[in-house]
């Protein structure tokens, strides 16, 4: 049977490729590692792969704001490209750099009248430091994201300085009421944060932790869910194995982590293959 | 013509690095700011056109939603504006990326005498201040004068056109290269000459080298090739290698020891073989998954059938002390290239930092060059972006303030990788270079970095001259690097990897040729940042982020290829030999010529007189001290004392979890704020076997005796990888030594005999301990003179030795990670166990530093006590007997057990009465005592039976009982008193408190 394929990008600085790429092939996918490089001298071609990944990482080493440089570089060599991968109705997905490197393409939100404008920023988080914490995430039920479909919540770790989503309110309004918002920061029960730090790690706007485009088939968000591939990986897992009798505390068949990619390579054997 | 591009946030935007300096004005120096923008500078010293440059603001540089920005100034209504910028040739990373942008999107390229650079405006609303307060804020809180240049405009000479102007830190040298040589007429005018050039030649040695060059046959095979007297590269390059960093000669040194009180004296001949290699050599041949130690850069152990781990750590005390940010990171990139050069290369997976700094609060007369406040934040960034951009996890670290620390801080940096254990067959750990391999640099272009200053009168301070010596890591070239080489390693093109760091080229050329025979090296092939260094400087410099790789010939275009592909710059510059000589050339004309045993050749060994005077000789004793009455002040206070307290503030900072193997994490518990004992990572993803990583350092027992220093502090280290579920018989060690200055000398180091013997007792530990423990050393460094000589009040300059220390680093292997634990307890209504006996072992411990003594009675550790309590522990934790196990480290028992229960939020009560004791103890002993091998841990009722019996005959005694529904903890004294019965939020507010508003 003909897999469905994932490029997971490469060099850089990027740094989450080996992590993304296990996470992918555990949901199912042949996933690829490919140097931004390999993409840009036409070593590979866009047109074999279902699914793009930007990982995470500092492109660049992120000195000129987080994926600034690689968003220029991927539109300015590769937009042609990019764009027949879009309207083929292909995935992409960009995680912490990745994300940034989606809003700054203008990909994300990419809203219809003004496709490719940067309406949205990731800035530096309020605190003013670099942050690793879990965080508690609210799924919008509504969204047409198809990396979200079946999932209500769900824990992840973020790590980054520049996570504060940023938008006029206008834009943000737009956001929320096409149901663009996809994910947000949450409290111990799963309701959104409202702004309160540290459940809200970086200060966003309207708890925004993730968007997609209208298709929802454009995904961005800042936590990893690749670094929650195995139940191990959760904060908690010794404190709530000793409160159950379960081998596995969570009685997840795979790590929640992990579903994100699933739905993606589902919704491609499904649309694609 | 220069354009400055100056690019702000927008002003209804929330300016997080300005809040931020605002933040620390007030916390440094009492200032109060108003407001502070800051502005990102871009000086572009290129021929762009007026669209270009509008092209690359628009497209590049500014973020239409958040920025705003502008070739003219920007700056509007402030007070105060600090421009802050580098000093020529320091390493401007974001510099060179904004050229690799402008390049890629203009298709422009840059000349030779062509650059960008960035720097920052800080727009400072504060209309009290006077221009020596914003003197202080740009000298002590924005920039170190040894990397940056700043200018202060006030409001009022403010160019509203020109703004600060154009500012172009280049470096220009006008020079030509130049070879110097050195007569020998005397040992005392080489002395002379090797003193005015700062080429630290040890006296000893002296000798040695004038008669290597003064041989007829020496100077016979040298006038073949044009030389004669020996140049500044050869000096160099002995002086490098025999260089107490690189040839550690105090350890190889010939102590003789007496101990005064005892009257007993002996020769100790070389600490690191009879102390370090001797006993981890015979245990090698005991233990088969000790692969390769003791040689290369890093220690390679076995992981699993597949694969091996790289282990190492190093400090960086020196260069961080003068710039803490920049010598902290380039402290932990630079231990990252470690693992990345031994065998044929590993993938880095873990980070690890150990700090000493003076108080954070120090306010006294000595003048330190950088306040610890200030030093303190500066290595936990310089540690953070090195690592967080590194893409490597950081999933542990230590921090510890003691006066000492003033002359000069500790900065620890550990790294650990992972690599297949055979690459196409053949073993991966092993590596050699060959007749005819090419010699490849790659990486990092080579300046002035690191380089020691030479004599006043040959350079000439211009606004063009480059801050030499102080160096700036750059984890973003050497990520791309070390993706590269792991590719080059997979293919088969690496035959000889090692890394570029002190001494440069001189060592890692040096060293690696060692295996074939011989070099080749065409000097004038390296790249170089800018013109102008002489050859000596080119062979010397430690330019970051460079490695030397041995390629052959016949897989050079495939290397260049993916050179190319990755962003990497290698070039081949000359090719091992086997002729016996090191020969350097530079334009086809020979500058050294040398042979390449020569280092091996009779240099004299260094002595050291040692006398050990005992605690009591030296006047120590117990403090005489009553149980207190009031137990509850005490142990609010005692929690929130700077070595106890939380660091979640740093730990935060760093990315734990990058590479998604993180199992146990340095912080848990309910509210994941509490560390735990070690980190535990699973590197290979889909499998569950782990590696468990600690650090422990204890320099406080150093006042009493060095001996029980080590061995409590390698204890501290093993039961800590113990407690997360380790297994004892697969753990390996990594000794960091930092010491003051041994070497005698009646005026400047009067108590240097003593000083020495300390040295000797804390490596006779170390073997004991790690012969008793089965301890391999996989790895270990020394650094030594950690000594400052700081200003007092009236001027007279105070000696400030630090307290010997020891960082250990140990790792084990975790079978399976699903039998992990944490240190939280869990559940209501389970037993607690005290494992291990506790002493009247209070010397050196946290609660007398507390009380303001030492005290006499140091923690005496007794591996046959020990090792029985640590297997039987390991059983029941792969029984799943236990439910957590917390390690009792500084500050004892009462720490340990607030730590637990305040981190599961579980209440618990403990009976005094019932701790395993070795003598009858007062209740403030038994909470606070440092005694070695004992744990806490919790165990279900329905285990107690199996866990007791497995504990038969061994010093483990029920203690107490978590409590259900009361949030407190409860302590009884031997009498059933209760001493404390206080709500654990309480307590943790104050062990949260101290540093709460940092992070």
Redesign the interface.
Same mark, same amino acid.
């Given at each position: 049977m003909e897999r469905v394929k994932a490029l997971i990008l490469?060099?850089?600085?990027?740094?989450?490729d080996?992590?993304t790429a296990?996470?992918f092939e555990?949901a199912g996918a042949d996933a690829r590692r490919v &140097?931004v490089?390999?993409l840009l001298?036409g070593e590979e071609d866009l047109e074999n792969y279902h699914i793009f990944v930007f990982d995470?990482?500092?492109s660049?080493?992120?000195?000129?704001?987080a994926g600034?440089?690689l968003a220029?570089?991927i539109k300015?060599?590769l937009g042609g490209a990019f764009n027949r991968f879009l309207d083929d109705g292909k995935l992409v997905i960009g995680i912490c750099n990745g994300f940034q490197v989606l809003v700054?393409m203008g990909l994300l939100p990419g809203f219809e009248e003004e496709p490719g404008k =940067?309406?949205? !920023?990731l800035?530096?988080?309020?605190?003013?430091?670099?942050?690793?914490?879990?965080v508690n995430l609210v799924v919008n039920k509504q969204s047409p994201c198809v990396f979200t479909s079946g999932i209500e919540k769900i824990e992840l770790?973020v =790590?980054h300085g520049e996570g504060k989503f940023? !938008?006029?309110q206008d834009v943000i309004d737009t956001l929320v009421e096409r149901n663009q918002v996809v994910i947000q920061y949450a409290t111990s029960d799963f309701t959104p944060a409202k702004g309160r730090f540290p459940e809200n790690p970086n200060?966003s706007l309207g708890d925004i932790a993730g968007i997609c485009d209208s298709t929802g088939r454009i995904f961005g968000l800042m936590p990893?869910p690749? !670094?929650y591939? &195995?139940w191990?990986?959760h904060?908690?897992w010794? =404190?709530v194995k000793?409160?159950g009798k379960r081998?596995d505390p969570f009685g997840d068949p795979e790590a929640p982590g992990l579903k994100i990619f699933r739905n993606a390579v589902e919704y491609c054997e499904n649309n694609l293959l | 013509m220069a354009a400055r591009l100056e690019i702000t946030?927008k002003p209804e935007?929330?300016?997080?690095?300005g809040?931020?300096i605002l933040?620390k004005a007030s916390d440094y120096f009492n200032f109060s700011l108003q407001k502070v923008r800051v502005i990102h500078v871009l000086t572009i010293d290129a021929r762009l056109g007026k669209d270009e440059l509008e092209a690359i603001r628009r497209?590049?540089?500014t973020?239409?939603?958040?920025?705003l920005s502008s070739y003219e100034p920007v700056a509007r209504d402030f007070d105060w504006i600090i421009w802050v910028g580098f000093r020529p040739g320091v390493r401007d990373? #974001?510099g060179s990326? #904004?050229m690799? #942008?402008i390049t890629?999107?203009l298709d422009y390229s840059f000349s030779d005498d062509e650059a960008v650079y960035?720097s920052k405006i800080y727009q400072i609303n504060a209309p009290e201040l006077t221009r020596e307060d914003v003197e202080q804020i740009a000298k002590e809180l924005l920039a170190n004068d040894t990397i940056q240049q700043w200018k202060i405009f006030p409001r009022a000479k403010w160019d509203e056109k020109n703004g600060i102007g154009i500012i172009i830190p280049r470096v220009i040298l006008n020079r030509e290269p130049t070879v110097t040589v050195f007569p020998l007429e005397s040992d005392e005018e080489l002395a002379r000459l090797s003193a005015e050039r700062n080429l630290a030649l040890h006296p000893n040695d002296i000798p040695v080298i004038r008669k290597y060059f003064l041989d007829p046959e020496v100077r016979e095979s040298r006038k073949k090739v044009g030389l004669f007297y020996p140049t500044d590269v050869e000096l160099e390059y002995i002086s490098q290698a025999r260089s107490d960093h690189c040839n550690h000669n105090t350890f190889r040194g010939k102590f003789h020891y007496s101990d005064l009180s005892t009257g007993e004296k002996v020769v100790v001949d070389n600490l690191f073989k009879t102390c370090i290699e001797k006993p981890t050599l015979e245990l090698q041949k005991k233990k088969d998954w000790v692969i390769s130690v003791l040689w290369d850069n890093a220690g390679v152990a076995k992981f699993d059938d597949e694969n091996n781990y790289v282990i190492t750590g190093e400090t960086h005390n020196s260069p961080s002390n003068i710039e803490a940010y920049g010598g902290a990171l380039t402290g932990i990139v630079g231990v990252y290239r470690d693992p990345m050069g031994t065998g044929k290369g590993a993938k880095l997976i873990a980070g690890m930092y150990g700090y000493c700094v003076g108080p954070r609060d120090y306010d006294g007369d000595l003048k330190p060059r950088l306040h610890p406040r200030r030093l303190l934040d500066g290595i936990i960034e310089g540690v953070?972006d090195g690592g967080?951009? +590194?893409?490597i996890p950081t999933p542990f670290g230590n921090l510890l303030f003691h006066p000492s620390y003033l002359g000069k801080c500790l900065v620890y940096v550990t790294a650990v990788g992972i690599m297949p254990a055979t690459i196409h067959g053949k073993p991966s750990h092993e590596k050699t270079t060959s007749d005819g391999d090419l010699i490849v640099m790659c990486g990092g272009r080579v300046g002035k970095d690191g380089i020691h200053g030479v004599t006043a009168s040959s350079e000439i301070y211009s606004e063009h001259t480059p801050a030499g010596h102080v160096q700036i890591g750059?984890?973003?070239t050497q *990520?791309?690097m070390h993706?590269f080489l792991l590719e080059a390693r997979d293919e088969g093109l690496i035959e000889f990897i090692t890394d570029n760091g002190g001494g440069g080229l001189s060592s890692s050329v040096g060293e690696s040729a060692r295996f074939s025979g011989g070099a080749y090296v065409e000097l004038d092939r390296v790249p170089l940042k800018y013109e102008g260094l002489d050859q000596w400087e080119i062979w010397v410099s430690e330019s970051q982020e460079r490695m030397t790789v041995a390629v052959k010939p016949e897989n050079w275009e495939r290397f260049k290829t993916l050179s190319?592909?990755? #962003?990497v710059e290698s070039t081949v510059i000359g090719k091992y030999t086997s002729n016996g000589k090191l020969h350097i050339t530079y334009e086809g004309k020979t500058c050294a010529y040398i042979d390449i045993d020569f280092l091996q050749a009779g240099f004299p060994q260094w002595e050291f007189e040692a006398e050990w005077k005992s605690p009591e000789q030296r006047g120590l004793s117990e403090p005489v001290l009553s149980t207190p009455s009031d137990f509850r002040k005490l142990f609010h206070e005692f929690l929130s004392s700077p070595n106890i307290c939380s660091r979640e503030w740093i730990?935060?900072?760093?990315?734990?979890?990058?590479?998604?193997? +993180?199992?146990? *994490?340095h912080?848990?518990g309910?509210r994941?704020d509490v560390p735990n004992d070690a980190a535990v990572l699973?590197p290979i993803?889909?499998s569950?076997r782990g590696l468990a990583l600690t650090q422990a350092i204890n320099p406080t027992y150093s006042a009493i005796d060095t001996y029980w220093m080590i061995a409590a502090t390698i204890d501290e280290a093993v039961r800590r990888l113990i407690a997360v579920g380790a297994q004892f018989d697969k753990i390996g060690g990594v000794d960091n030594f930092c010491w003051p200055n041994i070497q005698y000398d009646p005026i400047n180091n009067p108590d240097g005999k003593y000083k020495a013997a300390q040295l000797v007792r804390a490596n006779w530990a170390l073997r004991d301990i790690c012969e008793a423990y089965e301890i391999p050393l996989l790895s270990g460094k020394d650094s030594m003179y950690i000594d400052g000589n700081l200003p007092g009040r009236y001027g007279e300059k105070h000696k400030v030795s630090g307290l010997p220390a020891m960082q250990f680093t140990a790792s084990g292997i975790v079978k399976d990670?699903?039998l992990?634990?944490?240190m939280?307890f869990?559940?209501e209504g389970e037993a607690i166990y005290v494992l291990g006996n506790t002493g009247d072992e209070l010397g050196g411990s946290e609660y007398y530093c507390f009380l303001g003594y030492t005290g006499l009675n140091v923690p005496k550790l007794d591996p046959q006590q020990t090792i029985p309590l640590y297997r039987a522990l390991q059983a029941a934790m792969e029984e799943k007997l236990v439910? +957590?196990c917390k390690s009792i480290n500084r500050g004892g028992l009462g720490v340990s057990i607030a730590l637990a229960a305040f981190a599961?939020e579980v209440g618990a009560e403990l009976d005094l009465g019932r701790v395993p004791t070795n003598e009858s103890l007062t209740s403030e002993k038994i909470l606070f005592s440092e005694s070695c091998g004992r744990f806490i841990v919790t165990v279900s009722r329905d285990k107690r039976g199996e866990f007791e019996s497995l504990m038969a005959d061994l010093p483990v005694s029920l203690v107490g009982q978590t409590l259900k529904s009361r949030r407190v903890l409860r302590i009884l004294d031997k009498t059933g008193k209760l001493i404390l019965n206080e709500p654990l939020e309480n307590l943790k507010h104050s062990w949260k408190k101290p540093f709460a508003r940092l992070?």
């Open positions: 490469t060099g850089y600085g990027l740094n989450c080996w992590e296990y996470a555990k &140097h490089n390999s001298w995470g990482g500092f660049f080493g992120d000195d000129h704001g600034v440089i220029m570089k300015h060599h700054n =940067r309406k949205v !920023a800035t530096w988080n309020d605190c003013g430091n670099f942050r690793d914490q879990w770790p =790590r940023y !938008a006029p200060g990893h690749e !670094a591939n &195995h191990t990986n904060p908690d010794t =404190r000793q409160n081998e | 946030l935007l929330f300016d997080a690095e809040e931020s933040r497209e590049i540089f973020n239409p939603v958040t920025q990373t #974001a990326v #904004a690799e #942008a890629d999107y960035t953070r967080n951009k +590194s893409g750059d984890p973003y *990520k791309k993706d190319k592909k990755h #962003a730990t935060r900072q760093y990315d734990h979890e990058v590479q998604g193997t +993180s199992v146990i *994490k912080l848990g309910r994941r699973c993803l889909g569950t990670v699903r992990c634990q944490t939280d869990k559940k439910t +957590s599961g992070g």
